[in-house]
């Protein structure tokens, strides 16, 4: 009686949704269908790279970066807003101060990535630069000093991207993990700290939006889990059953690692291997559906693929035989097959460069594809992967078909 009174609410929610998506000027229906270009709903991550194989022709990091996602095709992107010294060392961020969420936001090499007119949406792993403690309790003045962080920055965005069409997601990084790391010392605490730690930052960005009107960009609030099959670190519950339900979200993300190795799915022929992954990030998905509030914005099925990948090398040190190319090409075609199936918003590749090595980086000048464990679609060397190549074959496809549709 409990789960059919609870789809109940669940449907008329949607219903109530449908009827303010219809009648609401500022919000636009056809921005968020997931029918849309593939170029527009696939993307790759550039956050943390241990290497830049192109600085001899583009200088930076970021220019490197907005030329090679080009070359790929995807006009979606994720980055990070935290430590840019570390996550983006081929870059200067000398000049600006980047004491503030809207401040990093502002800086010119940010600027770099986000005023470029060929990229249509951004995933921003967003934190007020003074993070706060919400796992002993949000107390009132981190409340609203989460509200205010949250606030300036979506404000920044619609204002200062204005008739651009841009979407921003300004999401959290993987809460199964966060919550994990603090639950053990914080048993009677941390859950209820971190709902009242998203619902501020969501609070923020309404506050801005409700200021800002319609601008012709667009700016929500993300909330991304990674455990939706397996159990969560250090004993604590899954964000999707404790804490989902119990936000406001525009959309809610997934970071898809659970299965990937040959420990997750065994190894039964490409066939089957395919079909595992599949159906197991199809299940993830229709669960994380499930716990997730509906939305005005993105609909009942609010949910996107925020990260995945497999490491190459990795991979093949972990299982000796296993050919790590193919393995994530594999990884990354299922899990895309998967996506588009179900019907996520989008789904972001980890990532364009590693960030991981294998060994200690004495030289980022000077980086082996040996040194690094194999998140990547291009190696130290400047080559490309397999997954590379599927990504931008199917990018390719799509753009012809609906040119000639």
Not at 196 to 220: H, P, S
Request: glycine residues 8%; contains cysteine; proline residues 4%.
């Amino acid at each position: 009686m409990c789960i059919l009174f609870l789809f109940c609410i669940k449907k008329i929610a949607a219903c109530v949704i449908a009827v303010l998506i219809a009648f609401s000027g500022w919000i636009r229906c056809d921005r968020n269908r997931p029918d849309k270009p593939l170029a527009e709903r696939i993307g790759v991550t550039y956050w943390g790279a241990a290497y830049e194989p192109f600085a001899d022709t583009y200088g930076t990091g970021i220019a490197s970066a907005i030329a090679q996602l080009k070359a790929l095709g995807t006009k979606v992107t994720k980055l990070s807003t935290l430590a840019m010294e570390d996550n983006y060392r081929f870059d200067d961020w000398s000049g600006y101060p980047l004491d503030s969420l809207v401040n990093v936001l502002k800086h010119p090499t940010c600027r770099q990535l986000l005023d470029d007119a060929f990229f249509t949406s951004y995933f921003l792993s967003a934190y007020e630069t003074n993070n706060v403690v919400w796992w002993d309790g949000l107390d009132a003045a981190e409340k609203s000093y989460v509200i205010a962080s949250f606030y300036d920055a979506a404000l920044y965005l619609l204002t200062e991207y204005a008739g651009t069409g841009k979407t921003f997601i300004l999401q959290n990084w993987e809460a199964d993990n966060a919550l994990g790391y603090v639950y053990n010392e914080f048993p009677g605490t941390s859950v209820q700290g971190m709902t009242d730690y998203f619902n501020a930052r969501q609070a923020g960005i309404l506050l801005a939006r409700q200021e800002a009107g319609r601008k012709g960009v667009f700016v929500y609030g993300g909330i991304e889990v990674n455990f939706l099959k397996l159990s969560p670190p250090g004993g604590a519950p899954r964000v999707a059953d404790a804490i989902v339900p119990h936000t406001n979200a525009d959309i809610y993300l997934y970071s898809c690692w659970e299965t990937k190795d040959k420990w997750d799915i065994g190894d039964n022929g490409e066939a089957a291997n395919l079909a595992a992954i599949r159906t197991a990030v199809t299940q993830a998905l229709t669960y994380l559906t499930e716990k997730a509030p509906a939305s005005v914005y993105f609909g009942e099925k609010n949910v996107a693929i925020s990260e995945f990948g497999y490491p190459a090398l990795g991979g093949e040190r972990s299982h000796p035989g296993l050919v790590g190319d193919d393995w994530q090409r594999m990884v990354t075609q299922a899990t895309l097959e998967a996506g588009l199936e179900f019907g996520a918003h989008y789904m972001v590749y980890w990532e364009l460069y590693c960030n991981d090595p294998f060994i200690p980086i004495v030289d980022p000048t000077n980086v082996r594809n040996a040194d690094m464990n194999g998140y990547w679609l291009i190696r130290p060397d400047g080559t490309k992967s397999a997954a590379y190549d599927y990504i931008q074959n199917l990018l390719k496809r799509d753009a012809d078909r609906k040119a000639h549709q």
